[in-house]
């Protein structure tokens, strides 16, 4: 029997799991990194961002095939330590927080430094304060109602960017840049390299996070075998074709684009393109796209803390609490939400370091974990068929492969970072284990989960 308060209540639908995950990646942060990702592609965003598409489909092929076989939250985490080793997962659990504590501390960072500026006179502080304690309430109350305001939000950020899109063709076929909308330049420039390509790719990809975050609902998700999978594949069709058409047009109605800070680049490019009035509407959707951004992150990072808490890693009587009442993990929300204050004390380019290498890491061992699952397999049954081989031998070893020049390509101090990270996460590994000589504590519910699901095929 699974014990009382450990259980997490299933609501979530496919069109839910989806606005969630879309809500975290937030469609609206392409323009947060415009000016960043334009100098670190060297204008060149449509090769970009359709390599960085190529490399997430890969990847996000691998985490639909660990959401049918392991349909338990917790993400990578949950997936390395199933498949692989108990130990190398709490490892990769351990990075993955990087990636899902400071994702709230990006939210709060930009919507104080945004705020701030749009209102003097009040501190970044008082806002960050504000939207934290909101953002807690919100998640406390349940899953459901996050999903429903970040459906708000995610439809009107994708609604601008069609706007913004539709300013931009009515300007090309009025004779503005290059003065059509068909032309493979984008693509295809003399000047383009595939190291500049690759670079601008590695900075990019992270406009396309929050696919893997959907995981971390499962046990919260109706019919997670079949929705999740569902989920990640829309999500990623969704936010590819956003971004490449929006770089498609960009460089075809602004070929030469320059600015005069990466901060407010993407503020310039709206002006440029559709004047004061798109710009105000730009400002209004940005506010709702980090407000919808930092709800998606408390509840992912909440949710990653559960798992780890029901199974002993962290202390159980705190991070394994369930909310009797509203059935959430009402510890790790406030735990978190804590957690994000320090977005008064430290720069987005600090937090933007941690969630990169998390994030990176985290692609990477779910590759090998589709990778290992698949000789594991073989081991049992007959022959692969070449279907099988290319969703779990073929595409995973493309998706680690891309992942791996991927983190290759951070810089050092983001390496230098992460691995003082990882060193800490061994030390406390050691402390769990004894010195590494005994397992590490296990949980009986995460096996109840995979059988109960199985058992729920039919709903």
Known sequence: MMKEGTELKRTLTLFQVVTLGLAWNTPMIYFSVFGVAYEGSSGFLTPAYAVAVLAVLFTGASYA??????????????????????????????????????APIIACITFGIFLHAQFP????????????????????????SSANISSIFVMLQIVFIIVFAMFMIHGLLNGAGSGTILSMQPFLETDMSLSIVLAGASIVIFSFLGFDTMTTLSEETI????????????????VGVLHVMTSYFIQLIVPNFTFQNPDSAALELVSVVGGSLLSSFFITVLIAAIF??????????????????????????FFGYVH???????????????????????TIDAALRFVNFGALTAFFFVNLCVITLYFSNKKKS?????????????SPLIGAAFIGWLLFLLDLPTLIGGFIWVAVGILYLGYLTKGFKQPLPESEESEQIILSTDDKKAM
């Open 223 to 238: 019919n997670p075998k079949k929705t999740i999978p569902r989920a990640i594949f829309i999500m990623i069709g969704i």
């Open 292 to 317: 919808t951004q930092g709800l998606a992150s408390v509840t992912a990072v909440s949710r990653l803390l559960f798992v780890m808490g029901r199974d002993s890693i962290l202390p159980n009587k």
């Open 382 to 394: 007959e022959e692969p068929t070449i279907k099988n081989k290319l969703v779990n031998l073929i």
């Open 65 to 102: 095939v660990m959401a049918k076989k392991l349909p338990i939250s917790g993400s990578a985490y949950t997936f390395v330590k199933k498949t692989m080793n108990p130990k190398l997962g709490f490892i990769v659990g351990w990075v993955l927080l990087l990636n899902y504590l400071f």
């Open 121 to 144: 006179s009040i501190p970044p502080y008082v806002w960050i304060i504000g939207l934290t304690v909101i953002l807690a309430a919100i998640t406390i109350f349940g899953v459901n």
């Open 324 to 346: 009797p009442k509203y059935k959430t993990p009402v510890l790790n929300i406030v735990f978190s939400s804590v957690v994000a204050l320090l977005s008064i004390f430290i």
